[in-house]
């Protein structure tokens, strides 16, 4: 099975970028669909994008596209989220999960077999 860890969270004003690293260890990142995630405080855990095994294929939620970009570097075993233009209302713990199925509902966390353990951001108005 694969490990997930994140990091690159941290404290940003309004406007301003933060990528998020999501490492694996165990298995190759390849062998896994990837998402990220975040959880608001009091809110339900959401999708914010997914990106396919090779890359070519990415999808996110529409109040972060145009902002956001999700992108792996397999060789690296690295996925990432490059947080542009970030507003208050991003402020969460973010995720990053890995799914074995071949062509998973990428916005299901049901069809996520790992997840990290979350990385806090937090946007200053």
């Known amino acids: 099975q694969v490990q997930l860890e994140e990091s690159g969270g941290g404290l940003v004003q309004a406007g301003g970028s933060l990528r998020l690293s999501c490492a694996a260890s165990?298995?190759?990142?390849?062998?896994?669909?990837m998402g990220w995630f975040r959880q608001a405080p009091g809110k339900e855990r959401e999708f914010v994008a997914a990106?396919?095994?090779?890359?070519?294929?990415?999808d996110y939620k529409d109040s972060v596209k145009g902002r956001f970009t999700v992108s792996r570097d397999n060789a690296k075993n690295t996925a990432y989220l490059q947080m542009n233009i970030v507003k208050p209302e991003d402020t969460a713990v973010y995720y990053c999960?890995?799914?074995?199925?071949?062509?998973?509902?990428?916005?299901?966390?049901?069809?996520?077999?790992?997840w990290g353990q979350g990385t806090q951001v937090t946007v200053s108005s």
């Open positions: 165990g298995r190759p990142l390849s062998d896994y669909f």
């Open positions: 990106i396919n095994r090779n890359g070519l294929i990415t």
């Open positions: 999960a890995a799914s074995a199925t071949i062509s998973p509902a990428y916005g299901r966390e049901y069809e996520y077999d790992y």
